[in-house]
């Protein structure tokens, strides 16, 4: 069976500020402790991957490349940039806090949390949630299709897109948000992708358990 394993970025300063992060925007990833990335990879360099993707944003792409040095039993695929991986953009948003923000627009911040297209938020320069989860999913469905049987690719993205993305392509829509480096797991099926298994940290030896996706209530 084709598997998608797909990975959230390692925490970031403005993940740790619980600062909105988006396409526009690109916080250096804390990198003071590697052992997270190494839990990571040890726990990913169990399976094979025939080919592995990242987002364009910085990121994302320094996550994958951190991790797939750390890989010994098998060697690492080339890694692949793929844009429709990149995160939702906030437009006018990127940068400020959460609590200025329900603070200031909870109206409007709840829209955004619910991933709720309002005109009101694309004047702020968001980009539309229908079209992102449909970019995402797009995405996934371009790389599923192609592996060859029983192959697995390793995707390396971001927690408000590949949630809603996730969504998008599965139909589940009762997935929630996602960790820093967390993995999930996408099954191809005959009826398209399914979740095999969803923001897995069981791996990592510390768990923020209160962190989440900063843009969601």
């Given amino acids: 069976m084709r598997r998608l394993f797909i990975v959230r970025h390692g925490k970031t300063a403005w993940n740790l500020e619980k600062r909105l992060q988006g396409a526009g925007a690109d916080s250096p990833l804390l990198t003071?402790?590697?052992?997270?990335y190494r839990q990571l990879a040890h726990y990913l360099d169990q399976y094979e991957f025939a080919q592995a993707f990242t987002s364009p944003l910085a990121r994302a792409y320094d996550t994958a490349e951190l991790t797939l040095k750390y890989f010994t039993r098998h060697q690492a695929p080339e890694l692949q940039t793929v844009n429709d991986l990149r995160e939702l953009s906030f437009g006018q948003w990127e940068g400020r806090s959460r609590a200025e923000l329900i603070k200031t627009a909870?109206?409007?911040?709840?829209l955004m949390s619910k991933r709720q297209d309002d005109p009101r938020l694309i004047n702020l320069g968001m980009e539309n949630f229908h079209e992102a989860r449909r970019r995402f999913?797009?995405?996934l469905a371009g790389i599923a299709a192609s592996l060859g049987?029983?192959?697995?690719?390793?995707i390396f993205a971001h927690g408000g897109i590949s949630q809603i993305g996730i969504q998008?392509?599965?139909?589940n829509l009762k997935?929630?948000?996602l960790k820093n480096l967390s993995t999930s797991i996408l099954a191809v099926?005959?009826?398209?992708?399914a979740v095999d298994a969803y923001n897995q940290t069981a791996y990592l030896s510390q768990v923020d358990l209160n962190?989440?996706?900063v843009s969601i209530l």
């Fill in 149 to 154: 049987d029983d192959d697995n690719a390793l």
């Fill in 168 to 171: 998008e392509a599965t139909g």
């Fill in 106 to 110: 909870p109206e409007l911040f709840a």
């Fill in 211 to 213: 962190e989440g996706n």
């Fill in 137 to 139: 999913a797009g995405a």
């Fill in 189 to 193: 099926t005959r009826d398209g992708l």
């Fill in 32 to 36: 003071d402790d590697l052992t997270p």
């Fill in 175 to 177: 997935l929630l948000g």
